[in-house]
């Protein structure tokens, strides 16, 4: 069965530095990859996501995830974070056609 | 363009009071629907999907029913509330065979 795992429930960076977000996947065959952004009391927006193709994506808000197949993994980063970027960052992993299955999510804290 | 619409965005309940939460997706058709709740701190917990008009499939046994009277429309129900039953439900569509989601604005249910 699909599972993703996001090893990290909290994380908190200053404001200007750089950001990145774990994400592990247990999936047999390539994977759907997503990243979803939530601030509080709003939906999920999406951020990005990984088909096939170029395994390093970009997404919105200067957000961007590299797909490492060797490592189960797709991690996503962000150079430079603004304090807006506070929210919590769920990775999603599906089959084409199929339902997504989401990681626990993690919280980012952005402090100045 | 497509849309999605969930109402109410909040709702105080007593315990034992029916629940109708619905759902509607705009300029797409025959769209998978989704509902989602989630609890503090617990992710998101995908409650029913559906993939078609009256085609309604329950992933976790609860208090909790959906159904799908029209193409677009998809509501949420119980008939007896409970303290558990509160949370952030959430619900989302997508293309038949393509799985990213879109999620509409929730609704923050507080049983009472």
């Known amino acids: 069965a699909q599972s993703v795992t996001q090893p990290d429930i909290h994380i908190t960076v200053s404001e200007g530095a750089s950001l990145e977000l774990r994400c592990n996947y247990s999936?047999?065959?390539?994977?759907?990859l997503f990243w979803y952004v939530q601030s509080p009391g709003q939906g999920l927006q999406l951020l990005l996501k990984?088909?096939?193709?170029?395994?390093l994506v970009q997404g919105i808000k200067g957000f961007e995830a590299e797909f490492k197949r060797s490592q189960s993994s797709f991690n996503l980063r962000k150079p430079s974070v603004h304090w807006s970027d506070a929210a919590e960052y769920f990775c999603?992993?599906?089959?084409?056609?199929?339902?997504?299955?989401f990681g626990a999510g993690t919280i980012l804290r952005v402090k100045s | 363009s497509q849309t999605i619409h969930q109402w109410p965005a909040t709702l105080v309940q007593p315990v034992g009071s029916p629940l109708s939460l619905e759902c509607t997706v705009e300029g797409t058709s025959n769209p998978n629907l989704y509902w989602y709740r989630q609890a503090a701190g617990r992710g998101l917990q995908l409650l029913f999907y559906?993939?078609?008009?009256?085609?309604i499939s329950s992933e976790v046994p609860q208090n909790l029913s959906a159904s799908r009277p029209q193409d677009r429309q998809f509501i949420l129900s119980s008939k007896k509330l409970l303290l558990s039953d509160s949370g952030f439900y959430l619900c989302?569509?997508?293309?038949?065979?393509?799985?990213?989601?879109?999620f509409g604005s929730g609704t923050r249910l507080t049983v009472v």
């Open positions: 999603a992993v599906g089959e084409y056609g199929n339902k997504l299955v």
């Open positions: 559906s993939v078609g008009i009256g085609q």
């Open positions: 990984y088909f096939s193709g170029d395994t």
């Open positions: 999936y047999g065959a390539t994977p759907y």
């Open positions: 989302a569509w997508s293309e038949q065979g393509y799985n990213g989601y879109t």
